[in-house]
């Protein structure tokens, strides 16, 4: 990531949900990256906790969306409410195909569901709009890594890549939507920064319990080869805690704003090299679908 003056800014980019269906038919191994099931766990577990993550973040923005007037703003809110909702269904197919593949998502979908009700029970509306910029700017940094160099995927099953970047592709789009929303609500930057901490340590202790849970559930043991090659993505060299850490740690400056991370070309990129025009439905088929379910 790079910071740069007079490059994109938030009003520039143009947030529309793509209404994509994704084949996970055809997903037949149920360590679908790179036959590690602690890698496969960790989607899972993943893809698990966006159903209920993301309904939060839209629920937190619908909060404070009356409180604004400006009219482009007002706009990539819904662009976001519409990317975030598509994001949920989605995953919500990809968990049901998982628990027929021997991966319990659905059990962990609702394990989660209890767990975040207990986290925003009784907290402020500015606190759970505060919760939602943070993990929005946990997303962002993990969709650039991802998509910065997508061999970070190598090994993972062809449909599952292709939802993956997709989603990826719209969190970098929609990342500084609900921060502006909060700036020009509340704007206390205190209190992002100590709820940047509290979202860190959540998200890595629920994911790791999750992925503990998936392994107990479907009676697996890792080899030590599993756990080596998980390390390695997780914590080598190009791994993704190494990586993440400088775009992380921006967030605590004074005047941090998400699109000081400009990486639209990524984007760009993503639409010449790996979007699937064959999946993409187009908004009155999804329309129609998302009536009957
Ligand atoms: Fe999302
Ligand atoms: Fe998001």
Redesign the pocket.
Known sequence: MNNTTNAVSSSDIDIKPRRMNFPFEQVNETYFFDDNPLKSAFITALSATFPAG?GE?IDSVRLFRDKINDPELKKQIKG?IG??GH?SFQHKRFNQSLKELGFDAVRVESDFEKDLEYTINGKSDRQRLAY?VC??HL??IMSDYFLRDTSTLDGLDDTIKDLMLWHTV??IE??A??FDLYMACDGDRKLLRKSLIEASLLFSWRVTKYMFRLLRWSKIRPSWKDIKGYAAFMFGRKGMMRSLRKPYMDFFRKDFHPWDHQNQNLVDQWQRNHYQPEYDRGSDQFIKTASIG
Do not use: D, M, N
Request: cysteine-free.
């Open positions: 993301e973040f976001f990317q975030e994001h939602t993990f929005e997303t962002a719209e969190e929609h990342k939507v609900a």
